[in-house]
């Protein structure tokens, strides 16, 4: 084949995601559009963009989640290839159906691909013949409550009801006992409804306080698929990640390797090319369950990248174009400690309500071991259109103690004025006894919120400059 990967590729997405993917392109001599809406046209990405396209207004579902206004964009200015990010449209099986009816490559699993692990019962049904671990529950989409009450007399109580079509902790509810779950199943199935178009669920053992531990994958279209190792996500709030690290803290060696061998087989089971994450549960005895399949590149992929010296994104274009991996599957094993820090435009002292407005003062953290993925600038203002990521914090070191330093030390550095953020809480957070001897899971959070002096003022974000606290 030619050595040519892309004659251009289209990136439909905005934010960090925009600029990392614009970077990898940059580093393989492919030349990139951003896509952008009116709300993005001053952004970092459209800025340092090779061209820019606008493919509408502000609101999402006129412009990033815009099918049509996205497929023209790539026709007009002559893109034979689409990367979608995460978010938006990214998991869309009828976008890369489309694309490639225009013969437009989409960067990413095929459609199929992505609408068999969308749907997640039929996910686990691919998972269960493949003979990766599952917890119990119903191999099918409840068709009514009386099936409901059956399903979870035998799967025993307490259970968690799960949209199909799922994602981000909508369509969710845990059921304690059968009052709860005759209650809870119309709300979950409305919700799911209304988040997704398609109000079937499914019901699965409700595990209480897991890990969330994730393996990422990388396939390419010459039958290779190998695991760059795993990540501990299990620092979330209302189901949204955090803070995640890799390698997972306190993980026994026999379970990574048990880990990694079962999302290699439940890659090639789901017939799956291009990056991709297995998310597992995993209980106080070690033992793993498979949760779902994310069939795009994750937010938190930068801490996989930090310990294996793997571009991710890179790697995903190159796939795309057919390229078979040559990464040697006995190099990956994890070089230090990585972890990332999600910093939101969120008031954290109001219950993380979220915040919009111009910033004042940015200035980024540096130094050895510092990463920053970040589309903010002096100036820049926070759409209330979108999410309130604003910056990722990604620090490496050669053990975990020396990360959390690198890290306390980063978000102390981070001056971000005009907006409340998130960058103190953070730094509380990484400097919490549990967290730095690493006794986290999915209840974490809550705990620690919980245990905070109510009374304790939260560090003003919007009028501080260069204090060293995180603006």
């Known amino acids: 084949m030619s050595d040519a990967l892309f004659r251009k590729v289209l990136i439909a997405n905005r934010g960090e995601i925009a600029l990392r993917v614009l970077r990898a392109c940059r580093d393989l001599g492919v030349p990139a559009v951003v896509a952008y809406s009116d709300a993005d046209r001053d952004s970092l990405a459209v800025r340092l963009a090779d061209e820019a396209v606008c493919i509408g207004p502000a609101p999402a579902a006129k412009s990033y989640n815009n099918i049509p206004a996205i497929i023209s964009a790539a026709l007009v200015t002559g893109c034979d290839a689409l990367h979608p990010g995460y978010g938006f449209l990214a998991e ?42 599952l917890l119990p529950g119903t191999e099918g989409v409840l068709r009514n409550l009386g099936e409901a009450r059956q399903a979870a007399r035998r799967i025993g109580f307490p259970v968690i009801i799960k949209a199909t079509a799922g994602g981000g902790g909508r369509g969710m509810r845990v059921a304690r006992d059968d009052a709860e779950l005759t209650r809870l199943l119309p709300l979950a199935q409305a919700e799911a409804e209304t988040a997704f178009g ?17 393996v990422q994958v990388l396939a390419d279209h010459h039958g290779h698929v190998i695991a760059l190792g795993e990540r501990d996500c299990s620092l979330q709030r209302r189901h949204q990640k955090v803070i995640e690290e890799a390698p997972a803290p306190n993980l026994p060696r026999k379970v990574r390797e048990a880990l990694l061998r079962t999302a290699v087989k439940g890659a090639k089971a789901a017939h799956y090319t291009s990056a991709g994450t297995l998310e597992y549960l995993l209980d106080r005895d070690g033992h793993f369950y498979f949760m779902e399949m994310n069939t795009r590149i994750q937010v938190e992929h930068p801490v996989t990248e930090a310990v294996t010296g793997v571009d991710l994104v890179a790697w995903q274009i190159q796939v795309a174009a057919g390229r078979p991996l040559t990464i040697d599957a006995r190099s990956l094993e994890p070089v230090g400690h990585a972890i990332e820090c999600r910093i939101t435009a969120e008031d954290a002292s109001a219950g993380f309500a979220p915040n919009v407005g111009t910033v004042e003062t940015y200035v980024s953290p540096g130094g050895p071991g510092v990463r920053v993925d970040s589309h903010l600038y002096t100036g820049y203002t926070v759409s209330p259109h979108y999410d309130s990521l604003l910056a990722k914090v990604v620090v490496w070191g050669k053990n975990r103690p020396e990360a959390i330093a690198r890290m306390e030390r980063a978000l102390t550095e981070t001056v971000i004025t005009g907006i409340t953020h998130t960058a103190p809480f ?31 003022p939260e560090a003003s974000t919007r009028s501080r400059t260069g204090d060293g606290h995180g603006g």
């Open 198 to 214: 398609n109000s079937d669920v499914y019901l699965e053992r409700y595990l209480d306080r897991p890990r969330h531990v994730e």
């Open 92 to 133: 869309n099986a009828y976008l890369a159906e489309i694309c490639g009816q225009v013969g437009v490559t989409f960067i990413g699993p095929r459609p199929e691909v992505i609408e068999r692990m969308g749907n997640k019962a039929e996910a686990r049904r691919v998972m269960r013949e493949a003979g990766v671990p």
């Open 426 to 456: 953070q730094r509380r957070l990484v400097a919490d006894d549990g967290f730095k001897r690493g006794e986290v899971h999915t209840g974490f959070l809550d705990d620690f919120l919980a245990q905070q002096d109510s009374t304790e």
